[in-house]
């Protein structure tokens, strides 16, 4: 159960569970892990693409942990100037146009933050010296490092793109030690709305696994690319807050009868509009309830509130709240 200190005037927890036959495949939750900003300052950054090189792999590189992609483990890999990288390290060719996926002409055995015509190459009236490049370097230490593919200001190509002043992007690929994988996108700046790119892992010209839903870089702050057959309906409580307070000796306190606030994270491939409930007041009996999202829990990543309203009289309280059904199913 996760327990939450709200201002030393109510302390309560919340528990939802969650339930998922997994299966070789992958799907992608929005924002669920926070996205990396920069690393630290010991960091050492290996460019493996240099500023002015288009359309071009990199030189083989070395993870310092084995990566499991499809089933099989892979420790080498290219990077693509062209926001992907490739784990065939066979591969000669550096793939601009992006397609849908699963597609023949589209590179094989590939993580994909953003497949686009990209070139490192940064045009900025107020930094024209800024540098731009494809870098890789590895953290932390074991068993819990990550490695990460940096696409450091990138310069969409393609008609009314190719070199246009101020227009660049920085997105990240992070893999974990523990098998996490992660695609961050950290800063963009597009005078109008950027061409859809690619997002998403493609093993061959038959299996592949895409955001349907992607319709602007930057939209999210970061897609966990997760292995398995994703769960219908699958929620993780983000905590409890509440609508009303006063303040006595600088302390805050809930108002009586004030109404609670549970927030939910759908990591299911169903958007949650309805949620029943049960909670109990510091071990007491449970007392059920059903309630209408005030904002949908949108599928593969939204966040949805729901209000309770327990009896509570001024103090410190434990709550425990366990969601049983959403959108009435079983």
Known sequence: ??????????????????????AQGYYFLGNLRPYMGAATQSTVYNTIIPQGKNDVLSKIQTIPFPVTINGKTYTKYKASDNGYITFDTSSTTSIATNVGIPDASAPKLALMPFWFDWEPVYSSTQNPAADAAVQNFTEGTAPNRYHVVYWLNMSPQGTGLANVPNAYAQFALVIHENGNIEYNYLVASFASKLPKGTIGVSIDSKTAYEIADYTDFGQVNSYAVISGNQPRYDATG????????????????????????GAIYNSGKVDITKISYSYSVDGAAAT???????????????????????SLTEGAHTIRLVANKLNDSA
């Open 1 to 22: 159960m996760k327990r939450i200190n709200y201002a030393k005037a109510l302390l309560v927890g919340m528990l939802f569970s969650a339930s998922g036959v997994m």
């Open 238 to 261: 983000l905590g409890i807050d509440y609508s009303a307070q006063y303040i006595r000796n600088g302390v805050a306190y809930i108002k009586k009868g004030a109404n609670l606030f």
């Open 288 to 310: 059920t309830g059903n309630s209408t999202l005030a904002t949908t829990a949108k599928a593969s990543g939204g966040n949805g509130v729901f209000s309770f309203t327990p």
